[in-house]
């Protein structure tokens, strides 16, 4: 169960490219308050059967971010866009399932999803994105192309659990294609393709006494959707 509050607020110069080249900003805040119980372990009931034990793993979690975005002077639509996002949650000792992950896509996208894990959270965004075209109606088949750009992305961050001294910084770089239009001539289609590398290398341990390295490998994105 859980119960919270979310508050958003966009506020971006329209524009017929609005949706893939914004310029403006916009902020996220969501504050929920968690009531979880999860299995922690087996046990045997009266008659012989299995049961599972449950421990609470009640939390408050915080998350803030946001993204400002700004056209470089005398450019043709040339943006530059500043962005990060934070976390925080209130029991450091709830078990790694509650965690925030901080790769893939949504996070530092250099990495796999689970391999940056923490109840803390921090990732700072910096990216350029240039206009290849805009305003055209070019068709193919079911889908109207009208506006493409390119970009280069660089990210950094980390996840921690309550201990700064084991905050390691990782970087990642990667370059993204935007193509924006319409299918069947009336649903916004949002197409992006990314390659992403991870900079820093390193090696996490879950328990099984193997240790897994990251970094250093080239990670890709296809995503279909209705916006960016």
Request: charged share 20%; aromatic share 14%.
């Given at each position: ?7 958003n607020?966009d506020l ?5 490219d609005?949706?893939i080249?914004?310029i ?7 504050i ?8 922690d372990d087996?046990?045997?009931s009266e008659s012989?059967?299995?049961?599972s ?6 939390l408050v979690r915080?998350?803030?971010?946001g ?9 043709n639509?040339w ?13 450091t000792?709830v ?5 925030f992950?901080?790769?893939?896509l949504p996070?530092?996208k250099g990495y ?6 923490g ?8 990216a350029?994105r240039?206009p ?6 070019i068709?193919l ?8 750009t390119?970009g280069?992305i660089?990210q950094l961050?980390?996840?921690w ?6 905050i ?13 239009g319409?299918s ?6 949002a197409?992006g393709?990314?390659m ?10 879950i ?12 990670r890709?994105?296809l ?6």
């Amino acid at each position: 169960k859980n119960f919270g509050l979310k508050w958003n607020l966009d506020l971006y110069k329209r524009r017929v490219d609005q949706n893939i080249n914004p310029i403006g900003y916009n902020i996220n805040l969501n504050i929920r308050k968690e009531w979880n119980e999860f299995i922690d372990d087996l046990d045997l009931s009266e008659s012989g059967t299995l049961i599972s034990k449950f421990n609470n793993n009640d939390l408050v979690r915080m998350e803030l971010n946001g993204n400002y975005l700004w056209e470089i002077p005398n450019s043709n639509r040339w943006t530059i866009s500043l962005g990060g996002k934070t976390g925080v949650i209130s029991n450091t000792k709830v078990d790694s399932f509650f965690y925030f992950f901080g790769g893939g896509l949504p996070g530092l996208k250099g990495y796999p999803f689970y391999s940056i894990e923490g109840t803390h959270l921090a990732i700072g965004e910096l990216a350029m994105r240039i206009p290849i075209f805009r305003e055209k109606h070019i068709s193919l088949g079911w889908f109207t192309l009208q506006h493409g750009t390119l970009g280069i992305i660089g990210q950094l961050g980390d996840a921690w659990n309550n201990d700064l001294s084991k905050i390691s910084i990782k970087k990642s770089i990667g370059i993204e294609s935007r193509l924006a239009g319409y299918s069947f001539y009336n649903y916004p289609t949002a197409i992006g393709f990314e390659m992403h590398k991870g900079i820093d290398k390193f090696t996490m341990d879950i328990g099984d006494g193997i240790p897994l390295s990251y970094g250093g490998e080239t990670r890709y994105y296809l995503s279909i959707l209705f916006g960016f």
